[in-house]
């Protein structure tokens, strides 16, 4: 199945250049989402963030757009400028005519693109040609929190780490001075997951729902904040400072295959430093967090800043929010559009206080 899928793709990307495909790099299909081709489709495609946000598409859409195939080369159904398109291959984006339900075809072409739905009725593949491509799992549809099989039950995981130290460091470092976030905007809302079992493990690590940051990264996220406040949001923490032992039980837990989204404690993380938070925004108006193409801690592709998948509207959430934090000293991680570091992170200690410690 993989080789089919493979000279599918191969297919498709030929046919969307001869189809008149907006042809974004000049080179074979790459495997990575980060500095390729796909990257440079979703910094193309991402609206300015200096006007109101796209309309939402049409709900119908929602059940098409995702991505399909191989996951080295996958075919991904997006939403932009109002029309379905389909990007080949990371590099050729083509708009789609819908001439049926379940049937699209290349606005260039009358190739017809038919999604084949399963017996629960959700699109699960797109036939194309002789092409037969399922679609991804890539996480939750429904808003429901992505969750990993553990390797490892908790009480082993929390019993090893904590009995573990964190990597010794030498030279000069800032001296720290955590403070609670909300302490300096009462309009920064807090999710803080690891305090509750709604999280990518399904267990608690926190024992109290807080939100430290050193405090000059605190009072740039404050500014942040009211920048956004001027866009009619606001900004909802999900995690801060990290004790150091709940990044060992994270990675000790995590399958190889997806350690890339968790911190090495052999150097310690970036939330373990107190300069690193993670955020989404929500509507002021109606207090109901906003979908920027993933949810958060999710485990996939499209968690990346510069993953092109998702609708318009999605898009524009992710890039407002990253352009409130860049104005204030932070950067964006390139594995997770939620995940910011504040300026000289590395020169702060690694800390493992725990929350039940720092009243």
């Given at each position: ?49 200096d ?22 080369d ?31 075809q ?51 995981l ?34 803080i ?40 949001y ?120 725990r ?5």
């Amino acid at each position: 199945m993989v080789g089919r899928t493979r000279t599918a793709l191969f297919t498709l990307v030929i046919l969307a250049a001869a189809c008149g495909g907006e042809l974004l790099h000049a080179q074979q299909t790459v495997s990575s989402y980060v500095d390729s081709a796909h990257a440079l489709v979703a910094r193309s495609i991402t609206p300015r963030t200096d006007s109101s946000p796209p309309a939402e598409p049409p709900q119908a859409w929602m059940e098409y757009i995702g991505e399909y195939g191989s996951p080295h080369d996958p075919v991904v159904l997006l939403e932009h400028a109002g029309s379905l398109h389909v990007l080949f291959g990371g590099m050729a984006l083509q708009p789609l005519k819908q001439i049926a339900r379940d049937t699209f075809q290349l606005a260039s072409d009358t190739t017809p693109l038919v999604f084949v739905r399963d017996r629960s009725r959700r699109v699960a593949a797109v036939s194309v040609q002789y092409a037969w491509l399922e679609r991804r799992a890539l996480g939750p549809e429904d808003g429901a929190t992505f969750r990993i099989k553990p390797l490892k039950p908790a009480d082993e995981l929390r019993r090893i780490a904590l009995a573990a130290s964190p990597p010794v460091e030498s030279g000069e470092f800032l001296t720290t001075d955590l403070v609670e976030v909300r302490s300096l905007d009462p309009t920064i809302h807090y999710d803080i997951r690891y305090a509750t079992d709604n999280n990518f493990m399904g267990d608690v690590f926190y024992s109290e729902p807080h939100a430290f940051m050193q405090r000059a990264a605190a009072e740039a996220l404050a500014r942040a904040a009211n920048r956004l406040r001027a866009q009619g949001y606001g900004l909802m923490v999900h995690d801060a400072y990290r004790p150091w032992y709940v990044t060992k039980m994270f990675l000790d837990a995590t399958p190889d295959s997806l350690r890339e989204f968790v911190a090495d404690p052999a150097n310690g993380s970036r939330h373990n430093r107190g300069a690193a938070v993670d955020l989404s925004m929500y509507d002021l108006k109606t207090g109901k967090t906003v979908v920027a193409v993933s949810g958060y801690d999710e485990f996939s592709p499209r968690a990346y800043p510069e993953y092109a998948g998702g609708t318009s509207r999605q898009r524009w959430y992710r890039a407002a929010l990253r352009a409130a934090m860049e104005a204030e000293g932070f950067a964006v991680y390139r594995n997770e559009w939620w995940h910011f570091d504040y300026g000289e992170w590395r020169r702060y200690r690694i800390g493992n206080q725990r929350f039940e410690d720092m009243r």
